[in-house]
């Protein structure tokens, strides 16, 4: 990016606030709720989002609610779902399918309908080639041969930490652009990819040396 | 705390930081490396953190190594173990046992073996009375009834957002002091307890929003 180029506005702002607005709206919708004003969505986002916060945030995306009349509520979730990227179904490919991949397999599939796992990688002899939900188990040595035909966009890594750097590597050389890492080391990759991490048992170990 | 006591070293330090201390030492001890510098030390656990940063670190838990000679693996890995309070078994109450629920549990049980899971809550009709691995799913309504006699330490909450105040209310009058929580809710407790947030459903929006 050039110096002289503005930044466009929806990279200026905060996915996830976007996203506690997003779920907050759908909620609504589920109430039967059909208009909200800035103070009502603040009250149903909580953490501490003020209203005037919300009214700037959804100004940048073009998106402005009448003065006492407040904001359509179909037509904001609609527009945050596409900045956020939720108007499509999304392909995920998980490399490690132990314990972790497994679940987190499962907890996609079924609870999370924008999300369909569309390739499973291990290197467990025991795995390879069983199906699960109908998705075939590649070895890992078949990522370069198996993943750029399935068109998936987001990569899930569960494999071990020494593993997991490696693997990154290969799913951003197949085309991945995002990935979730659940292995307990930090990705080096272009500044192009996202990625977030979540360590599990970093996360208990907190919890553990509090209580001990 | 009166302004005049001196706060505890173990408090000033960054139980991430120690935890990747204690992973990075039991990775060495399983190479059969017996001795660390902290050198060795800051190339294993990697992620920027200094040989300086761990030097100090560890003075402040009263473990020095020799200058030139290094720290004996098998001492430090115990004390950091029961600084982290990885050193004793740890009994966990999940509530909600819906897909994450479960993937949560068979993750912990099968590969943290520091963690054990003695109780689980849920509401479904179907689920209640049923057997998890030996333990009975006991009913939401019945927490106070059966969990003060588990004797758990650490309570897991995957129940929808609008009931996750209410656990975390009841699991803490109940004597847990630590909550890893993964409904989409932020949880106001008293200040003793403990609390770490993961939010999938958010995390994966922020993926897709990058690639948006």
Same sequence: chains 1, 2.
Avoid at 130 to 137: K, S
Avoid at 172 to 193: K, S, Y
């Amino acid at each position: 990016m050039s110096r002289r180029r503005k930044p466009s506005n929806s990279s200026l702002l905060n996915p996830p606030r976007l996203f506690l607005y997003h779920r907050a709206l759908e909620d609504a919708l589920r109430d039967g709720t059909s208009v909200v004003t800035s103070d009502d969505l603040a009250l149903r986002v909580g953490r501490g989002v003020s209203s005037a916060q919300i009214r700037k945030d959804l100004s940048h995306l073009g998106t402005f609610g009448r003065r006492g009349q407040g904001y359509d509520v179909i037509m904001l979730v609609k527009r945050l779902a596409r900045v956020l990227g939720l108007d499509r179904d999304w392909r995920i490919a998980i490399v490690g399918f132990g314990f972790l991949g497994h679940a987190l397999a499962t907890f996609l599939e079924y609870r999370e309908e924008k999300f369909h796992i569309a390739a499973i990688f291990d290197v467990a002899k025991e795995l390879v080639g069983t199906r699960w939900h109908g998705v075939r188990v590649s070895h890992v040595d078949d990522l370069e041969k198996v993943l750029p035909v399935l068109e998936c966009g987001i990569g899930i890594i569960t494999v071990p930490a020494s593993a997991a750097q490696a693997v990154a590597q290969r799913l951003v050389r197949c085309g991945l652009g995002a990935i979730l890492n659940f292995a307990p080391a930090t990705l080096r990759l272009p500044e192009r990819v996202a990625v977030r991490s979540i360590d599990l048992a970093s996360e208990l170990s907190i919890l553990t040396h509090h209580l001990s």
